[in-house]
């Protein structure tokens, strides 16, 4: 057994990301300045978004694509419970309705034919989320936007570097919000990007800032002029040009650190999969999976424990464990305010009681994924 306790996700940060950083404090411009323009410019051409708008969160560039549609009160929103309460809470901003649907049995992402059968005339937009990593059936969901005339706003904050098709998530014209929080693929500590056409992200710019009609940076250089209008009651919802420079450089190790996840996924993957009390993750062959979350799915009853219990013997082992996620139709808010019962959403609630999150970042060793695996192996071969 391990001595140290293993984090669930722990940030890789090397000393160019510090290097970067220290460079932009000792520079005279530390808020959005020229390293957020050239982090949406380097973001966009990896992507091959038409444009990007860097955020200080995910969270920012959902809330600023759903202002930006123009959806409000009457409006209905559907998305999946499987997800982070961010998705829908933004939705509750804009005083739309969320509308969740249930999830496909094998990639927990959104279920086509559940979003079908909740489309009302109210219906505005579908939300999907790239759940772990692995997109969302987008040719199905596209079908279905299309045809009713909905908005396709994607939640990427776990699918940096996933492709569908072999085109690369958020390299369409529809607003995909990432996420670069502490504990994702490409982290700037806290940080989101936006892409989307440009008239789209034009649009965004000027509603996540105020709502004013022209950048401080440009304001505040010798070209600029102290002359500004307010067009809307924009936020707030600025990069730092401090994240900017963690996320350059990030940027320029992802397909490093994304071969990693890939080599402990398959690692897992090997060892887990033989077992019948796990359910391994899947990727289907259409897509490339950026493997943000390695999701194993228990069979409490093979087993011989519940997956609380599960947890707290890795937790014993001195592994770090999550859950991904809690459903949205739990949360007293949400149960509440529409009377959700947990059976309303039997595949997330029945996955959701079976689910964790092993260990995966780029920053663990070999020993680190040889340990996680002794423990998995362990309770496996002890309790069944
Ligand atoms: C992390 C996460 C978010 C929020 O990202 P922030 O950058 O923290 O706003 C939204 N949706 C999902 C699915 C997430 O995992």
Not at 248 to 262: D, G, I, P, T
């Amino acid at each position: 057994m391990r001595s140290t306790f293993l984090p669930f996700s722990p940030p890789l940060i090397g000393e160019e990301e510090i290097a970067e950083v220290v460079d932009t404090l000792r520079s005279d411009w530390i808020t959005t300045g020229p390293k957020t323009k050239r982090f949406e410019s380097e973001f966009a051409r990896y992507v091959g978004a038409p444009a990007a708008l860097a955020l200080n969160s995910c969270t920012a560039g959902l809330h600023t694509s759903l202002v930006a549609l123009g959806i409000g009160p009457g409006d209905e929103v559907i998305t999946t419970t499987l997800t982070f309460a961010a998705s829908v809470n933004v939705i509750e901003h804009v005083g739309a309705r969320p509308v969740l649907v249930d999830v496909e049995p094998d990639t927990l992402n959104l279920d086509p034919a559940w979003v079908e059968r909740a489309i009302s005339p109210r219906a505005k937009a579908i939300m999907v989320v790239h759940h772990s990593g692995h997109p969302a059936d987008l040719d199905a969901l596209r079908a279905l936007a299309d045809s009713w005339g909905l908005a396709l706003i994607e939640d990427a904050a776990h699918a940096v570097a996933a492709r569908y098709k072999g085109q690369p998530i958020g390299s369409r014209a529809n607003p995909v919000a990432f996420s670069f929080y502490a504990t994702k693929n490409l982290t700037t500590a806290e940080g989101g990007m936006l892409t989307g056409d440009e008239a789209l992200i034009e649009r965004c710019r000027v509603i996540a800032l105020h709502g004013v009609n022209r950048d401080a940076w440009k304001r505040y250089g010798k070209e600029g002029s102290w002359y500004y209008e307010v067009v809307t009651p924009g936020f707030k919802y600025n990069m730092t040009d401090v994240q900017a420079a963690l996320g350059l450089v990030q940027l320029r190790k992802l397909e490093a650190m994304q071969a990693r996840r890939r080599e402990i996924v398959a690692a897992y993957q090997k060892a887990f999969a033989p077992l019948e009390v796990f359910q391994t993750p899947v990727a289907r062959p259409e897509v490339e999976h950026a493997w943000h979350l390695y999701v194993l799915r228990l069979w409490p009853e093979r087993l011989g424990m519940s997956r609380n219990q599960f947890i707290e013997e890795l937790k014993a082992r001195n592994i770090g464990t999550s859950v991904h996620f809690i459903p949205i139709h739990l949360h007293p808010y949400y149960r509440d305010k529409y009377g959700f019962k947990p059976q309303d959403f039997p595949v997330a609630y029945d996955s959701y009681n079976r689910m964790v999150s092993l260990p995966l970042s780029p920053r663990m060793s070999d020993q680190d994924v040889a340990d996680v695996i002794e423990a998995v192996l362990e309770l496996a071969t002890t309790k069944a």
